[in-house]
């Protein structure tokens, strides 16, 4: 694409950059809206993004597309991470992350070594393309497979469905709403 060092030091850069200040408004939106579709439409998002970076190899479009993988990897990251944490008991969270760090870092590592075969044989533009076309499938797959793990319900007498990722629904153990009045609410 003839960039200069410089203008790929910012291309590096602005990915990261647009996901780490992104992930933290979608960490908060998927305890308001939930997991699975933020998480399918993230891998779309990172999809697009990839994809046009191969059809396109200019410097306009590489911004865009790094912004868009940006915001897709916000989207799915912490989304991720918070999945295990509305399905997972608390005394096995720790080592049920690790199991899903390793195998998302068993993708990175098959990931490269399947780019850079594609890359070697084909160009670095269809090895964009053969990873672009597995993001989309893991989002599709996601869409298709996956349950919702966040319980979302309605708020009640005060109780904000959002702490549904800590408790698993937003409510008191008991799962009932605290009747107005008797010092249990939010308010007590």
Do not use: C
Not at 48 to 66: D, N, T, Y
């Amino acid at each position: 694409a003839g960039l200069s060092l410089g203008q790929i030091s910012w291309l590096v850069a602005l990915y990261p950059a647009t996901w780490g200040v992104t992930q933290l408004v979608t960490g908060a939106w998927s305890d308001r809206v939930g997991r699975k579709w933020l998480i399918a439409s993230g891998m779309a998002v990172q999809a697009v993004g990839i994809a046009v970076m191969a059809v396109w190899p200019r410097l306009g479009v590489f911004v865009a597309g790094s912004v868009l993988l940006g915001v897709g990897t916000a989207m799915v990251y912490p989304t991720l991470l918070a999945a295990i944490g509305d399905v997972v008991h608390p005394s096995w969270r720790a080592s049920s992350i690790g199991v899903y760090r390793l195998w998302r870092d068993a993708g990175y590592a098959f990931g490269a070594i399947i780019a850079g075969v594609v890359a070697d044989r084909l160009g670095l533009g269809w090895a964009l393309g053969v990873v672009a076309i597995i993001t989309l499938i893991s989002g599709l797959v996601v869409a298709v497979r996956m349950r919702e793990t966040l319980k979302l319900v309605p708020s009640l007498a005060g109780v904000d469905p959002a702490p549904a990722a800590i408790g698993g629904h937003g409510l008191p153990p008991n799962g009932k709403a605290p009747a107005a009045g008797t010092g249990s609410g939010p308010s007590s």
